[in-house]
């Protein structure tokens, strides 16, 4: 009996634990989310103040973050694999967030570009780090809850910046708003560090051939990238962020472009779209998580059918007629709702197929391939198309520019498609009993 309640006891206090450190994580991840969201909010007082064209804002918030996760992206998921991710997570986001408050001392385009480098570093080294910690304290079953969780954490950050943003901005001007961001995250990266161990890393399903740190180094992605349901998932999630943070970077500018809306009140709106995508990132991590218990092919189905339904109502949002304003609102707050279906099944479903000591390697190909062409081509695309369209159509150019970008979720969906095709094979290797030599 006494047995009994001690091991009750340590797997509550486990339980408890494990629900500390994925808050934490998502709290993290929130912060850094705003402070990369922060210049969509702050584009119109910014670009008023240095008289920048949509090209140079898209170059401004793609650019920097896109070169340094280039840089650091693999790199650090390498090193979240072999290494202890606790400090790697706090060092990445705290360094990160000291860089982008010092955006408050910028005086051109080089200064903001050199913020956005920063928060680029936290998301490098902190976003695999944090998925390979939580694949680690929760069981397959209950994975994909558990990343829909921390994945709420950039839809939090992002209705953070919509709601405080334009309040910060009002009373102390766009400059304190992105050190107060900062400060936030170095604090809470402090308490990261000094509060959660180490989780043990969960042995690996799959030997792998023995090699050396540096083969192994070399080797880690084109093993990844070599099996069609990782290569295919990494290509689809690469899609789905090109359209997604293309609109987040240029919505509320469009919000208030197109419909002569203040910039709170566009804000506003844009906080409700959040609030909506933060709900589908959750129902979709428990809905994936119920229907995968009976066919694991589930995994999968499930951004295919989000994928599907978001591009739809995208479209219906961007090419209603702009007298058109409730339909357009409603097919924009629906949309919110289904394109964060996609996350959480597809970075559990890599962490279900992908051995143990690749996974934060894997999920940093995603993340990188999403701030190459997200951040990097999205934006900088979407600013030049503005311009470009706004010489034919007056007034309608970013409209049209973001209905353009919203294109790639066709292929998208067609990506995965293809995983889905070959999810259920690679599922059964990857939990096959590995025999192991007398």
């Known amino acids: 009996m006494q047995k009994t309640k ?11 634990s494990r629900v500390y450190v994925l808050a934490l994580l998502t709290a993290l991840s929130a912060l850094t989310f705003m402070d990369r969201q922060i210049l969509a909010v702050l584009l119109q007082p910014i670009k008023q103040e240095f008289g ?26 390498r090193l979240a694999d072999r290494k202890e991710r606790r400090s790697l997570i706090a060092w990445c986001r705290g360094v990160g967030g000291s860089v982008a408050a010092l955006g408050a001392l910028a005086t051109g385009s080089g200064g903001l570009t050199a913020s956005r480098a920063g928060a680029a570093l936290g998301d490098a080294g902190g ?50 708003t992105m050190v107060i961001i900062g400060v936030a995250i170095m604090v809470l990266s402090l308490v990261l560090r000094l509060s959660i161990s180490e989780p043990v890393r969960a042995i690996a399903q799959v030997i792998s051939e023995p090699q050396d740190g540096r083969q192994q180094a070399k080797s880690a992605v084109a093993l990844i990238w070599r099996e069609p349901v990782t ?28 419909f002569d809306l203040s910039l709170k009140q566009a804000g506003t709106i844009s906080a409700g779209a959040a609030v909506l995508s933060v709900s589908g990132s959750l129902f979709s991590g428990w809905l994936t998580d119920r229907l995968a218990r009976s066919d694991v092919r589930w995994q999968i189905r499930i951004p295919v059918i989000g994928t599907s339904l978001a591009m739809v109502l995208g479209f219906g949002y961007l090419l209603v007629g702009s007298d058109m304003f409730m339909l357009s609102m409603a097919c924009m707050l629906i949309y919110s709702f289904f394109t964060s279906w996609w996350a959480p099944a597809t970075y559990a479903a890599l ?17 990188m391939a999403g701030a190459l062409l997200g951040n990097g081509v999205g934006p900088i695309v979407a600013g030049w198309l503005s311009d470009v369209l706004n010489t034919v159509a007056p007034g309608e150019g970013l409209r049209y520019a973001m209905a353009i970008m919203m294109c790639t979720l066709l292929p998208a969906v067609w990506a ?13 290797k990857a939990h096959a009993p590995v025999a192991v030599a007398a």
């Open 351 to 367: 962490s279900l197929v992908v051995p143990t000591e690749r996974r934060a390697t894997a999920s940093a190909m995603v993340l």
């Open 127 to 176: 976003g695999a780090a944090s998925m390979s910690i939580l694949a680690d304290l929760y069981k397959p079953h209950e994975r994909s809850r558990a990343m829909s969780v921390f994945g709420v954490g950039n839809a939090m950050g992002a209705l953070l910046a919509l709601l405080l943003g334009p309040l910060f901005a009002e009373w102390w001007g766009w400059r304190v």
């Open 231 to 258: 290569r295919f998932l990494i290509v689809g999630a690469a899609c789905v962020l090109i359209a997604g943070i293309s609109i987040g970077a240029w919505n509320v500018a469009l919000l208030a472009r197109r």
């Open 52 to 77: 920048f064209s949509d090209l140079q804002i898209g170059l401004i918030t793609g650019l920097g973050f896109a070169l340094t996760f280039a840089v650091l992206g693999i790199p650090l998921g």
């Open 6 to 16: 001690k091991t009750m006891t340590n797997k509550n206090h486990q339980s408890s």
């Open 416 to 428: 995965f498609y293809r995983a889905l095709q070959h999810y259920p094979g690679a599922y059964r």
